[in-house]
């Protein structure tokens, strides 16, 4: 069937994916464990993931994170042959005030929807938690392609295959416009590839073109990692004290912690067989970042319950869609050009939160706006990649600040 036009879905798995589900884990085997003192050196941790499993196989309970997803108005739209799975809350009205700004929240790997079901109600209804409800935004939460409830991603030649973040911007901004004919501009916020996808979205859909009396783009991006890299020749380029100390950490000092890149976008297809097969071995592949990547001292149930991490996988394992959301990598490879044009920036007014535990240490102030009309840089004091789920309150008030202004017409630089 096509969708034309948005449809209401309702996330409904069915019993036997729950029964093969159980089975897959009774019979999962433990491979022989690295004598590193649970230290997860190596990868993931023998005892936490054992944890982990026993508590999946008899604590558990899916139907818990189906009714939170299913809480807010699920839909499903296609644009150009790609499936794509949005929620969609519509913030608080006033009466004589502008309407709710239209905020588009984007997840990266290995999140999912499910980093932003606690926040989008704070974000749609401000007044309801104490805030301002002049601050309501209608809340967009895609589903990018090849991950979750959406569908594989789909070449411009329609046939299955890798499609870069530049290409999903333009997605997000057919579906804004095009599919939910929202006739006014609206926001972009993302970390991860949700950083990436925001950013081009930004830059190849600012607030520039009218139609029918209408603007049409985006007003303000905020990101909570910096998604693209200066278009400035590094060998050149006068860099600051500040920018070659940062830059020595993370050319020369990250190889331990993007290993995985390289294999997503160098064997998505092999890896995709056995992420897609075993669910343990996919929660290993997924938790090991949300240890590594979070403000969590090392231990990722300090930050994260158990019934979080696996809500998250749950959302890989049942849809089948472990393999499909590693091609993305694949697709930034083959996008050309992987970095902003030579000279260029993006000029939509840009925010960054930077969170102090993230995969990468955040760049120093002058190298954002090599690549970003920057009004807003806010060093945080905790929290780090996944900072919905880690410091909601940090964010969320963050992104009110920034967006506050733009959308009523002020300056915030």
Known sequence: MRYDTPEPFKVEIPERALIDLDERLRR????????????????????????????WRHAYDWQRCQEAINRWPNYLVDIDGQRLHFIREPGTELDGAPRPFPLVITHGWPGSIVEFLHVIDVLAHPEAHGGDPLDAFDVIVPSLPG????????????????????????????????????????????????????????????????????????????LNMMGLRPGIDLKTAALSAAEKDWLDVVLTGLDD?????????????????????????LAAWIVEKFRDWS???????????????????????????????????????EQKPRALPAGARVETPTALAAFPADLAPAPPKEWIERAYNLRQHTVMPRGGHFAALEEPTLLVEDIRSFFRPLRFGAAND
């Open 28 to 55: 999962w085997r433990p491979p022989t464990a690295i004598a590193d003192n649970g230290s997860w050196a190596s990868g993931t941790a023998p005892e936490f993931l054992a944890e982990l499993v026993d508590h």
């Open 147 to 222: 991950y979750g409830f959406s569908g594989p991603p789909v070449r411009p030649d329609g046939s299955l295959g890798p499609i870069g973040p530049r290409a999903i911007g333009s997605l997000w901004h057919r579906l804004v416009h095009d599919k939910l004919n929202y006739r006014r501009p609206y926001g972009v916020q993302g970390g991860d590839w949700g950083a990436v996808v925001s950013s081009w979205t930004a830059f190849d859909h600012p607030v520039t073109e009218e139609k029918e009396g209408w603007k049409s783009g985006v007003l303000g991006l905020h």
């Open 257 to 281: 912690r993007t290993a995985y890149q390289r294999i997503q976008a160098t064997r998505p297809q092999t890896l995709g067989v056995a992420l897609a097969d075993s669910p343990v071995g």
């Open 295 to 333: 403000d969590c001292g090392g231990d990722p149930r300090s930050r994260f319950s158990l019934d979080l991490l696996l809500d998250n996988i749950m959302v890989y394992w049942l849809t089948g869609t472990a393999g499909t959301a590693t091609w993305l990598y694949r697709g930034v490879t």
